[in-house]
């Protein structure tokens, strides 16, 4: 049987959503900085949707009960993320032309900004607990 290896499996997924949320970022910034730009088009980057599609694909890991007393758990899947572009919203309320509401914008940087933090906690505990195991534990 061959060896699934430490680090596959759910590290993977998380390092690419890590990347996703940082270009998110850069997309969201972008958008800022051009948000008196004339006829500058907003655009998002669909980052929740790919990441579900790739959670649901036909390369998963099932997760194992050991115990009755443990609940069940969400398969992972190692597939590739691809991110969307979404510039749906290209209704202008301004008369330059320029899609960018500064609203919408500063609460998607301020979502990605939560979503990037959870990732990174994540990340971290899962090499901490790797840090427990070769120092023997706790």
Known sequence: MESQGLFKGTLP?????LDLRSLK???TVSNIANKDTPNYKAF???VEEE???VMGSEKELGLKRS???????RTISGGAVRPGIDNTSQLSFKRDG???????EMAKLSANNLMYDVLAQIISKKFQGLKDVIQGGK
């Open 13 to 17: 997924l998380l390092e690419k959503a």
């Open 25 to 27: 970022h850069a997309v």
């Open 98 to 104: 320029n899609t960018v509401n500064i609203d919408k």
């Open 67 to 73: 115990r009755r007393g443990h609940l069940p758990g």
């Open 51 to 53: 990441l579900e599609k």
């Open 44 to 46: 998002d980057l669909v």
